[in-house]
Structure formats: C-alpha cells, structure tokens
C-alpha cells in the first residue's frame, strides 16, 4: 500500500503487528504477577510490564517509519524521540497500575483503555514531530480523529478482557486476545494516521525515491530498546522462577527452607522410604535474651543454632524453620533409635556455649519426634504428632526430647477439650473456693485462712488446679477468674465477720498475669469496698519469680496495696530464683516455708534451710507460716525451730463453705 508517495511492504507492516503483539502479550504475561504480590516487587511487576509493554509500542512504531521509502532525505531528532518513549511508557503504567487494582470496577478498565489509548496516539504524534525532513505533514482532522478512535476503542476492547486471566501466570487464550488488541490499537492508529496525513514537499526538484536515511542514534536506539524489552522479558522470568521463587520458599535470617518450602519438600521428596522420622525443636527461654540482650542478638543466635542444626542433618535430611524459635527436621530414612540418637546429638550440640558480640550464651532445646508411618502418613499428621510430642519434653522440664505416643494424644486432646470448656466455666458457675486453716500451734487457734479454687467439671468430675490453672494461665483466663475470687472471697469473710463465725485474714494466690494488668490495685480496692471487708482481712500471695519479674514495677503495686491494709505474704520461699539481697525492698508480711523442706524435715540439710528460713524472717520482722504438715514430729520440729504457725491435713484439708462453718465450731469449742 502506499499513499502521498510513502511506499509500504506489507511484510513489514505484519512485522511491525506481530512486533507489537508480542511485546503487549510478554507484558501481560509479567502483569499477572501483579495479583500474587505487594509492595515493592508489586511495583517492580508493573514497572516491568510497563516498560516491555511501552518499549515494544515505541519500536513497533519507528520500525514502521523506517521501513517506508520516501522521495526525500530523513532524519530523527533524538530528544523528541525520547520524549515520545517516555510517554507511553508512562501512560502504559498509569494503565497497568489502573486495571490491576484489587477491586475490579467498570470505570477503572474504561479509564485504562482511555489511557493507553491516549498514550498510544501522544506517542505517535511525538515521534511524527521528532521527523526532520525537506517537507512538512498535513493531517486532516477528521481522518486523524478516526485513527483515535481506533486506538482508543482497540485499546478499550484489550483491557476489558485483563479481568478474564489477570491472576493466570500459565497461557490463557484471553491473554493472547487482549495482547492481539493492544496490537492493533497501536498498528491501526499509526497506519490509519499515516495514510490520512499530507506531504508537502519543500525541494523543487524530486528525486528518485530511495530508502530514508536513518540516523544512526535512532537506529542504535530502537536496538537498545528492544534489547531492554527482551532484557526485562527474560530477567523477569529468571526473578520469577529463581530470586522470587527462593523469597518464597526460603526463610531470610537463617536461608533455611520455611513452612512453603516445607510443604513442597514433603511432596515431593519425603515419603517413599521405610520409615522416616520429623523432629520439631523449640528453643527454651529465647523470648528472655530477645527481651535482656535485643532482637539483633536474638536473631544472630537463630543463625548460629540453624548452622548447628544443619550440621547436626547433614546430608541425611532437612532443617526448616517454621518461624521465631521453632524448627522443624525431616529425615526421610530413619529408624526409631536412628531418631534418639539424632535428638540426644542436637540437644548436645545446642546447648554448648555461643560468642554473639562479646556475649557467651546459653541456651537449650526441647525436641518432638514422630515417625511414619507409625505416627501418620501425611505432613499435617506428622507435624501434628511431633508437636504434641514437644510439648511433652517442655512440661517435663526441657532440653529433652520424647518420641509420640498415644497416650501424649490422649493428654493433648484432653488439654484442649480442657482449654475449650475452661472458658465456658465462669459462665456456668462451675467454680468453687475452698478453705484451707492456718493455725497457731502453741496458742491452738485459727490465725488464717487460705482461699484455692477448684473447678467442678459437669463431665469430668473436680479438676485438679495443677491441671487447668496452666491452661488458665496460658490463656489469660487467670485474669477474670481471679476478678471473680477476689470478690467471692472477700464477700463470704464479710459474712463470717458479720455473723461472729471467725474473724481471720483469707489470703488467694496471685498470678503474673494479675500485675502485667497493672489494674490490680483497682482490682482489689473495688472488691473491699463492694463487700465492706476491712483491708487487713485480706492477703495475697504471690510467689518468688512473680517477685523478681520486673521487680521495680511489681513493688511498687504491692507498696500502694500494702498502705491500703492489705496483708503480702510470700509463697514457696527457698524454692524460687530471688535474691536475698532483694527480699528486704519487696513489701511482704509473710513467709511461707515450702512444703517441698517440710516433707523432708528429718534431713539434716532441708532442717537447716528450715532453721535459716524462719531466722531470716525473724530479722526482717515477717512472720513465718510452714505448709505440708502432716505430723506431730515436723511440728515437735518447727516449733522446735521458732515457727508456730502452721498449715497442712494435719490441722485441716481445704474445704467448702458449708463445710467449714462446722470446723471452726468444733475448733473453737
């Protein structure tokens, strides 16, 4: 075809089409990455995309210029040809950006078509005026508004159809569609345009036509471009299929595998061995040196235990890590004895000393083990049993290792069922207090009372507290449970009082949670006023490590209550980590000697920690209380040593309400 003597090959004009609707289909092809994405890479797609998309109209567009034969001498300026460039890829940006929100709207993809389009026809125009030639173009504005139209309409059409397989990574007939509209948005406005302008020549003389002389720096720059479109094509694939893959499936502190890398892994290469053993390790009390030393150093030992790990596999299997401090190894051809002897040799190798900036740390593990097929045949059943296998060796006191078991499947089930039904239980009035007498053992009266909760299961009968108060703990159910005792308790001493029965502090064991809260004065002071109890009828117990946790901010709370009348006793003294350096800056009336001496009073050394305890309580003015008595030779012994009062089942076991009433008549009398 040919038109004001501009001579065209139609081989290169399909050329010039297939050149562009390749380049709009390997842009689409990186724009449905967009979708999988966010942030940074997600702007990284598009800028890809945009660029591919962009260089590939620009070229399309001067490769069609130089391909024609004109009667006359051409050059390009090359300022406007950039400035041309830069348009559509802007434009192709701004469209992408728009057709690629989260939420599809009819306006968007009408405002993307407009876009491209737009920018396909400014790019055009641009790169028509960056021409320097002995003659001058003419367009007529009708036709010209017609090849706008096709660029906006083509365009239109292309981008309507990115709904249809904007989350499809793989070939989809509708990606080919739109690319093959994009395409014709651009050929069909550049020929249409072209054909529908004049050119007048300014030369009085014409010569014979001859092939446009093309300025090297456009030519060279028509290379680079595509190059650069070819470039990003293939440099996006390689991101895609190796950088983003390894993001994906790889941990970025430690370069372990993680839980996506851990599913493939168990897909494709786990089973199909004998038998196979999964080990979950979960690093004991790394939360403190993230919380004394700082993250930075908690990373750094995550690097160093992972390196260890992994010379602990070898090439026998794979170390993942599952996130924070937890660690997951899969050894697909291992015996049951193969898997001891593989957790004893990492429990060994994780405990030894770690140099992290000057710092020599410690630190343990505890190890889950569960085997296939025995424990399952799947990754979730073998993860699953391994877990409950984990929190065995914590509860039994870490840096161990235990393999999975039914009867570890019958405990967790029944923890969980417990954890379940635990929150229901204040709702249901399932919880009970029970009473426990202090009593003086030269003056034979009742000095105190102790408070313990109980929980009256509707199917299971009374639960023990050394089984749900950890649940409860853990939970964070402590909190309201002890809101509520609080206020039982110090109603029904108000009743005692008010109907002379006894006359006697209640104490109630305090949890850790209770001060974190930071409410608890408010918490104690409302329960007073509401049951009109006067304030040293009332005492609270907490333990050593509750002491030494935070011990500035845990005084101070004991200090505001401890003005208010409150009584403070300190529970299980000699069996915690506080210092005796400390003991005489925290706010506590009481000692309470732990049963655990007490049991074992008739050996000489728990005599003599005994024998310091109450003469320490004697030097700081605090008085002293033994728990666990039982018989009349630990009593001969206690009063022996300076202490009169006592409690244990010597005296009284913990009873109900109804119960007690009846105790202290028959005590008193």
């Known amino acids: ?33 967009v979708s999988h994405s966010a942030g940074r890479v997600r702007r990284l797609w598009l800028l890809s995309g945009a660029c591919v998309l962009g260089g590939g109209i620009w070229a399309m567009h001067f490769v069609g210029i130089m391909a024609s034969r004109l009667p006359f001498k051409v050059s390009y300026h090359p300022v406007m ?35 491209l389009g737009s920018g396909i026809s400014f790019m055009h125009y641009a790169g028509m005026a960056s021409m320097e030639m002995e003659a ?58 072209l ?49 983003l893959e390894r993001m994906a499936y790889h941990d970025p502190l430690t370069e372990l595998p993680n839980r996506h890398g851990l599913e493939r892994y168990f897909k494709d290469d786990f089973f199909g061995g004998v038998s196979g053993a999964v080990f979950f390790v979960d690093l004991d009390r790394f939360k403190s040196i993230n919380d004394t030393l700082g993250h930075d150093i908690g990373d750094l030992l995550l690097r160093d235990v992972s390196a260890r790990l992994t010379c602990c596999v070898g090439g026998k299997g794979k170390v993942f890590r599952l ?97 379940k039904d635990l929150r229901k239980a204040m709702a249901r009035s ?88 930071g409410s608890l004065y408010e918490v104690v002071e409302e329960a007073l006023s509401r049951s009109g109890l006067a304030p040293h009828f009332l005492e609270l117990e907490i333990t050593e490590s509750i002491a030494m946790n935070n011990m500035e901010e845990t005084v101070a709370q ?20 506080s210092s005796l350096g400390n003991l005489d800056e925290i706010p506590v009336n009481t000692l ?8 074992k009073s008739k050996m000489h050394s728990k005599k003599a920690i005994i024998s310091n305890i109450i003469a320490i309580a004697s030097n700081l003015n605090m008085e002293v209380v033994a728990e666990g008595v039982e018989t009349t030779e630990q009593i001969e012994l206690l009063q022996s040593l300076g202490c009169r009062v006592m409690q244990g089942f010597y005296y009284g076991r913990p009873m109900p309400v109804n119960e007690l009433g009846q105790w202290f008549i028959e005590n008193t009398a």
């Open 136 to 193: 001058k173009i003419h367009y007529r504005a009708m036709d010209q508004a017609v090849s706008v139209l096709i660029a906006l309409a083509a365009s239109y059409i292309g981008i309507l159809m990115f709904h249809r397989f904007k989350d499809h990574t793989v070939f989809s007939p509708w990606k080919l569609y739109s690319a093959l509209f994009i395409a014709l948005a651009v050929t069909g406005m550049h020929y249409t345009s």
């Open 1 to 33: 075809m040919d038109q004001m003597g501009i001579h065209y090959n139609i081989w290169i004009v399909l050329l010039s089409y297939g050149l562009a609707a390749a380049a709009a289909y390997s842009a689409l092809n990186l724009i449905s990455q």
């Open 592 to 599: 309470k000697i732990d049963q655990v001496f007490i049991r």
């Open 558 to 577: 004991l200090s505001k209550l401890r003005d208010l009348g409150v009584r403070v006793s300190l529970d299980d003294f000699g069996t915690g980590f």
């Open 323 to 419: 996130g924070g401090d937890e660690f997951l190894i899969a050894l697909p051809d291992c015996t049951a004895v193969a898997a001891e002897e593989v957790a004893q040799h990492i429990l060994q190798e994780l405990k030894k000393s770690y140099s992290i900036e000057g710092n020599e740390l410690y630190v343990t593990a505890s190890v889950g083990i569960s085997m296939t097929p025995a424990h399952g045949t799947d990754r979730s059943a073998l993860m699953k049993a391994a877990d409950t296998a984990l929190y065995t060796s914590k509860d039994s006191g870490k840096n161990k290792f235990s393999v999975f078991d039914l009867e570890m499947n019958r405990h967790q089930v029944r923890r969980m069922s417990l954890e």
């Open 195 to 243: 054909r529908a302008s004049d050119l007048h020549n300014y030369s009085w003389q014409a010569p014979a036509p001859m092939l446009m002389e093309t300025d090297v720096v456009l030519l060279t720059g028509i290379s680079l471009v595509t190059l650069f479109v070819l470039a990003i094509s293939g440099g996006n694939v390689f991101l895609d299929r190796d950088v």
């Open 430 to 517: 399932e919880f009970m207090v029970v009473y426990q007498p202090k009593w003086d053992s030269l003056l034979n009266v009742t000095v105190g009372l102790e408070a313990l909760l109980r929980w009256r299961h509707p199917e299971h009968g009374v639960i023990s507290p050394g089984e749900f108060i950890p649940i409860a703990e853990e939970t964070g159910l402590i909190v309201p449970i002890t809101y509520w005792m609080l206020h039982e308790v110090c109603g029904q001493n108000m009743l005692w009082h008010q109907a002379k029965v006894a006359s006697v502090a209640v104490s109630i064991n305090m949890s850790a949670r209770m001060f974190e809260s």
């Open 81 to 115: 040809a950039a400035v041309s460039l830069l348009i559509i890829m802007s434009s192709c940006y701004a469209t992408l950006q728009m057709v690629t929100a989260a939420r599809q709207r009819s306006w968007r993809l009408l405002a993307g078509g407009g876009i």
